[in-house]
């Protein structure tokens, strides 16, 4: 132990950090697995690079040795420290530093690689203010700058800055531009609990689209948090009538959470009402079908089925006949259960869309499965066209018979399944339940079932039976490293997060005006994304440790 925190505090020297570690007695010792000779050779090699500062030398030498010794919790921290000192390199580290805390929670450093971490973050965030207020810039010298200035006004409500935003929003001449991207901000702010921001906001607005968009996220996140009569109140203001009756249904929702049936059904009948001002037949029918659902939780089964004849949109009408047919089972009136479900089968017959029809008859299948009827269940299941959505919703009716108690029936059902892995997914599944169950022995038996070759869902099943928790956590920081993929949300392994200054040089070289602002926009797009992922899991793992 004395050997690994006289090298802790040698690589910290050395990179000017400044880390104190406090001695510790031997039952709080956490000792690190020594390194394989090779492994150890290529990381003495990467701290006499961090002695003369080439960080990306040192990189490649702990890298060296991750090939051989991937799960060192050492070399993580080893890589956090060196990606630390390349300016751009900021959240990468932090996702090493993560990883390490992550396999070893008391380490003797915690506390010191925690503040180490909190002052990437806070870098990470100025790096994206400054690239913002650049494309901002960019924006502004466009010959019609105000689709850009629209683009840089969401991205100032992404991160959280609302009075960046508005004033960005100030810049756009066009009145419906404008409008929609103080929408944006509007309900930015709701999404970060501001809604009196948010109201605030609404009241710019000119566009009554726009409006009714801010309005409707409002109404909605006020009923969720129980101001029922604030959220009817603004409710009332939308005059979209799709916005407003999808409110309404929030509304609905929040007042049967909180056990008010007799003002969710007034609420519903106000509802009902302003689906009838809906002109578009699709989205009419899918307000109808959601106010079928909150017919159907008051105990209004009558009403929902009155309701559920007047929708023209097969798919919706499916998916409301299938909502009550999960009701009248649930109260006992099986015969009911199955004429309703035979009307479902048949409207969704009629769906013409392949992509809809597939979802209504997943639906269907599953509420088949939970009134017990797994072989007609499995016979709906078959008739979807998409094998990734059959195999999903095989798997679910599986699980459905074996958390019925049915283990060897699943095991049958299962066996059905033709295709890998879905096959061995569903197996996976079953042994997850056994194991949630106490029946150990009858997992392993189950898992002895999984092809060898379906590596995915034998790893699956590992887990359930000798569980380590800090593992998946240090395998999500790890995979946010590796992706190299541009075009994915978090490409950490691409270059504006592998060379932040070369990048910029770069980009300030840009002769076009559209190329530059666009490439800056993409990038901060980029960034806010996985900026906002990285604080979340960051958030996480506060929770935890």
């Given at each position: 132990m004395q050997s690994t925190l006289r090298r802790l505090r040698l690589l910290a020297f050395l990179l000017g950090l400044g880390f104190t570690f406090p001695l510790i007695s031997p039952a709080q010792d956490k000792t690190f697995p020594s390194l394989p000779p090779a492994a150890q050779a290529a990381t003495d090699k990467g701290l006499l690079a961090v002695k003369v500062q080439n960080y990306l030398l040192a990189i490649q030498n702990f890298q060296e040795a991750r090939q051989i010794a991937p799960e060192s919790p050492e070399l993580f921290y080893d890589l956090g420290l060196a990606e630390s000192n390349l300016p751009g390199r900021e959240l990468r580290a932090i996702c090493w530093f993560s990883a390490y805390l992550a396999a070893s929670p008391v380490a003797p450093n915690a506390t010191e690689v925690k503040e180490k971490i909190a002052a990437l973050d806070e870098k990470s965030h100025n790096n994206l203010t400054h690239l913002i207020a650049s494309a901002q810039e960019a924006a502004s010298k466009l010959s019609t700058p105000d689709y850009g200035l629209s683009d840089v006004t969401g991205l100032w409500a992404a991160t959280g800055d609302f009075t960046s935003a508005l004033n960005a929003a100030?810049?756009?001449?066009?009145?419906?531009?404008?409008?929609?991207?103080?929408?944006?901000?509007?309900?930015?702010?709701?999404?970060?609990?501001?809604?009196?921001?948010?109201?605030?906001t609404s009241e710019m607005i000119q566009y009554s689209l726009a409006k009714s968009a801010a309005q409707g996220d409002i109404a909605k996140a006020q009923a969720q948090v129980g101001n029922i009569a604030d959220a009817i109140q603004t409710a009332g203001l939308i005059k979209d009538a799709k916005t407003k009756c999808s409110a309404q249904v929030a509304i609905v929702n929040a007042q049967i959470k909180g056990n008010d049936l007799p003002a969710a059904k007034e609420t519903l009948a106000a509802a009902l009402s302003t689906a009838e001002q809906i002109e578009y037949a699709l989205y009419k029918s899918a307000a109808q079908g959601d106010i079928v659902r909150g017919q159907v939780q008051v105990g209004d089964l009558a009403g929902a089925i009155k309701t559920t004849e007047q929708i023209q949109i097969d798919s919706s009408k499916a998916s409301a006949q299938v909502a009550i047919m999960q009701a009248q089972a649930k109260a006992g009136d099986l015969v009911a259960a199955k004429e309703t479900l035979a009307a479902a089968i048949c409207t969704a017959d009629l769906i013409d869309d392949t992509g809809s029809k597939d979802h209504a008859r997943s639906n269907i299948a599953l509420a088949q499965a939970q009134i017990g009827d797994i072989a007609s269940a499995f016979e709906t299941s078959g008739q979807i066209s998409r094998p990734p959505l059959k195999n999903s919703v095989q798997i679910s009716i599986i699980k459905t018979q074996a958390q019925a108690g049915d283990i060897a029936g699943a095991l049958k059902t299962a066996d059905l399944i033709r295709a890998e892995p879905a096959k061995s997914n569903a197996q996976a599944a079953i042994a997850m339940i056994q194991t949630q169950a106490g029946d150990v022995a009858g997992a392993l038996q189950t898992t002895a079932l999984i092809r060898p070759s379906f590596s995915v869902s034998a790893t699956t099943t590992r887990p359930l039976i000798q569980s380590d928790s800090s593992m998946v956590t240090v395998s999500t920081w790890l995979e946010k490293l590796t992706n190299s993929d541009p075009y994915n949300p978090f490409p950490l392994n691409t270059r504006p997060f592998l060379d932040w200054d070369g990048f910029m040089k770069t980009l300030s070289s840009a002769s076009d005006p559209q190329t530059f602002f666009d490439v800056q926009r993409s990038t901060a797009e980029s960034m806010t994304w996985v900026q906002a992922t990285i604080d979340q899991m960051l958030k996480a793992d506060a929770k935890t440790m």
């Open positions: 100030d810049l756009i001449k066009d009145p419906i531009i404008k409008s929609k991207a103080q929408s944006t901000v509007a309900t930015a702010q709701v999404k970060a609990g501001d809604i009196a921001g948010a109201l605030k």
